[in-house]
């Protein structure tokens, strides 16, 4: 079977290179078969410093390395390729940037945050829907090498709680957990799955702590500001406690894009759409929570 052909929307997140060497160098330890990146669409935030003061560099990696064509459209983009990797690390752009991709009906992998806010996310799943376009969103830490090994070991048996922290870096643009705290929620999730009833957030200058609740069963999440900072877990299963953090020896991202390959290739998501939508809505919660400082129900959003 021929390679996917992939194009890249968004130059600004180290991702784009990373994404690029896994799946374009078979010389690579960790290269994923089945795609190859040929072609990106460069665009980045002007007013997001993480987005503008990145591209350049990135851009000029994937040119000079693996001959990455650039092209001047999203538009443009979407003729030369099979499926999308919408990589824009500013969650604002994502609904804009999308568009005409699903109504192009590519399959596309959407970089996280699927978006700055839960109703940008909600317009995303409902025109997919419309068109009957392909879409998965997630962060690389679900299928994390140690975090998968504890969700599938079958000693685990049900999960009654979980305890999820990662880096919580604040970025006005992309608030609360939106910008860098989403991998502690898609941590927290991995475990808990949808069905969280309401949320409480505290923050501080250096921390975030967030609790929510699920019929009878209570999940944390602390995003780090201060001190070591790293991504992992405490789960509470009905045969066993597992912890661990992230695994340092099998890369990240070499999981995910195994898992973005057989979605380009099936059209079949790994994650439930309802799923990554009660993620976006936790957040935007959270976030009310936050300032408000109350608790809140998910059904208030609707």
């Given at each position: 079977?021929?390679?996917?052909?992939?194009?890249?929307?968004?130059?600004?997140?180290?991702?784009?290179?990373?994404?690029?060497?896994?799946?374009?160098?078979?010389?690579?330890?960790?290269?994923?078969?089945?795609?190859?990146?040929?072609?990106?669409?460069?665009?980045?935030?002007?007013?997001?410093?993480?987005?503008?003061?990145?591209?350049?560099?990135?851009?000029?990696?994937?040119?000079?390395?693996?001959?990455?064509?650039?092209?001047?459209?999203?538009?443009?983009?979407?003729?030369?390729?099979?499926?999308?990797?919408?990589?824009?690390?500013?969650?604002?752009?994502?609904?804009?940037?999308?568009?005409?991709?699903?109504?192009?009906?590519?399959?596309?992998?959407?970089?996280?945050?699927?978006?700055?806010?839960?109703?940008?996310?909600?317009?995303?799943?409902?025109?997919?829907?419309?068109?009957?376009?392909?879409?998965?969103?997630?962060?690389?830490?679900?299928?994390?090498?140690?975090?998968?090994?504890?969700?599938?070991?079958?000693?685990?048996?049900?999960?009654?709680?979980?305890?999820?922290?990662?880096?919580?870096?604040?970025?006005?643009?992309?608030?609360?957990?939106?910008?860098?705290?989403?991998?502690?929620?898609?941590?927290?999730?991995?475990?808990?799955?949808?069905?969280?009833?309401?949320?409480?957030?505290?923050?501080?200058?250096?921390?975030?702590?967030?609790?929510?609740?699920?019929?009878?069963?209570?999940?944390?999440?602390?995003?780090?500001?201060?001190?070591?900072?790293?991504?992992?877990?405490?789960?509470?299963?009905?045969?066993?406690?597992?912890?661990?953090?992230?695994?340092?020896?099998?890369?990240?991202y070499s999981q995910l894009l195994k898992k973005i390959i057989e979605f380009f290739k099936t059209g079949k998501t790994p994650i439930d759409p309802e799923e990554t939508l009660e993620i976006m809505k936790f957040i935007e919660c959270a976030l009310i929570s936050e300032r408000e400082k109350r608790v809140v129900k998910l059904e208030e959003l609707k």
């Amino acid at each position: 079977m021929k390679d996917i052909k992939i194009g890249i929307i968004g130059f600004d997140t180290s991702h784009v290179v990373a994404f690029t060497k896994l799946l374009n160098d078979k010389n690579d330890p960790f290269h994923v078969e089945g795609g190859r990146i040929v072609a990106g669409y460069p665009s980045f935030s002007p007013d997001l410093y993480a987005s503008y003061s990145r591209v350049e560099s990135f851009k000029k990696e994937l040119i000079e390395k693996y001959n990455i064509e650039i092209v001047n459209s999203i538009e443009e983009l979407i003729k030369k390729v099979d499926a999308i990797l919408l990589e824009s690390v500013d969650g604002r752009r994502h609904l804009k940037e999308v568009e005409p991709v699903i109504k192009a009906n590519k399959p596309v992998f959407i970089d996280k945050p699927l978006a700055a806010n839960y109703y940008d996310a909600l317009k995303i799943y409902m025109m997919a829907e419309e068109f009957q376009c392909p879409v998965f969103s997630c962060s690389s830490l679900r299928f994390d090498f140690n975090i998968s090994k504890i969700k599938e070991d079958p000693e685990l048996g049900e999960v009654y709680g979980c305890d999820a922290f990662s880096p919580c870096p604040i970025e006005p643009t992309n608030p609360g957990l939106f910008w860098y705290g989403i991998h502690g929620v898609e941590i927290l999730y991995t475990f808990m799955g949808k069905g969280c009833e309401k949320v409480y957030c505290e923050a501080t200058e250096d921390f975030h702590f967030v609790v929510g609740l699920w019929k009878n069963k209570i999940g944390t999440i602390r995003g780090i500001r201060k001190g070591v900072q790293n991504y992992g877990v405490t789960v509470f299963g009905e045969k066993k406690v597992y912890q661990t953090t992230y695994s340092t020896e099998v890369p990240l991202y070499s999981q995910l894009l195994k898992k973005i390959i057989e979605f380009f290739k099936t059209g079949k998501t790994p994650i439930d759409p309802e799923e990554t939508l009660e993620i976006m809505k936790f957040i935007e919660c959270a976030l009310i929570s936050e300032r408000e400082k109350r608790v809140v129900k998910l059904e208030e959003l609707k």
